[in-house]
């Protein structure tokens, strides 16, 4: 399974992003699919997964009523929608599908 994460940037705080990530090699839809992320000398983080239907997500409390996850299982792509962002959400985002990582999108939240 290959992942291909995008959509990271450079954004002001109050700002969004949108990650978007790609899965070649295996249908999506037979996974439960998440998002992670690491800031620099931290741990990686769980963020927010979906089941593999997408009628049932989890989010971390740092970022529930911000984030937001999707899946697109036709296109085998998953996202991140991430509004309000603050600057504690700086971070390399990955995502995770059946245990593979893709190779991660920073995501820098500064003024």
């Known amino acids: 399974l290959q992942l291909v994460e995008s959509g990271g940037g450079l954004v002001q705080p109050g700002g969004s992003l949108r990650l978007s990530c790609v899965s070649s090699?295996?249908?999506?839809?037979?996974?439960?699919i998440g998002w992670f992320r690491q800031a620099p000398g931290k741990e990686r983080e769980a963020v927010s997964c979906?089941?593999?239907?997408?009628?049932?997500?989890n989010y971390a409390d740092s970022v529930k009523g911000r984030f937001t996850i999707s899946r697109d299982n036709a296109k085998n792509t998953m996202y991140l929608q991430m509004d309000s962002l603050q600057t504690d959400d700086t971070a390399v985002y990955y995502c995770n599908v059946g245990g593979d990582w893709g190779q991660g999108t920073q995501v820098t939240v500064s003024s």
């Open positions: 979906i089941s593999s239907s997408g009628g049932s997500t």
């Open positions: 090699g295996s249908t999506l839809g037979d996974y439960g």
